[in-house]
């Protein structure tokens, strides 16, 4: 099993930055993609960046240019640095980690940290 944690969300003006952390804990041997997503209410839940264990990045294209994803393999760790924040980008952010199962991968998810940007 695999717990994620995040941390880092709260509220930001427009043109602000925020960073979120999020860390794996539990017994499995290695995590294969990390990333982020994030959900508005009523909407579904969208990708915002991933990366691979080798370091490939994915963007959404609303997110390219301001957000920086990274991780950090030796702890587990996936960043999500957001710069010039704008409103339309509050939402729950959920930390997503995979790690290779026998036939498939299996996905976990964390509980989720709040970016409220105001205008």
């Known amino acids: 099993q695999v717990q994620l944690v995040e941390a880092g969300g709260g509220l930001v003006q427009a043109g602000g930055s925020l960073r979120l952390s999020c860390a794996a804990s539990g017994s499995f041997f290695a995590l294969n993609v990390m990333g982020w997503y994030r959900q508005v209410p009523g909407k579904q839940r969208e990708l915002v960046a991933t990366?691979?264990?080798?370091?490939?990045?994915n963007y959404a294209d609303s997110v390219k240019g301001r957000f920086t994803i990274s991780r950090d393999n030796a702890k587990n760790t996936v960043y999500l640095q957001m710069n010039s924040l704008k409103p339309e980008d509050t939402a729950v952010y959920h930390c997503y980690a995979d790690r290779r199962g026998l036939y498939t991968n299996i996905p976990y998810w964390g509980q989720g940290t709040q970016v409220t940007v105001s205008s």
């Open positions: 990366i691979s264990s080798g370091g490939t990045t």
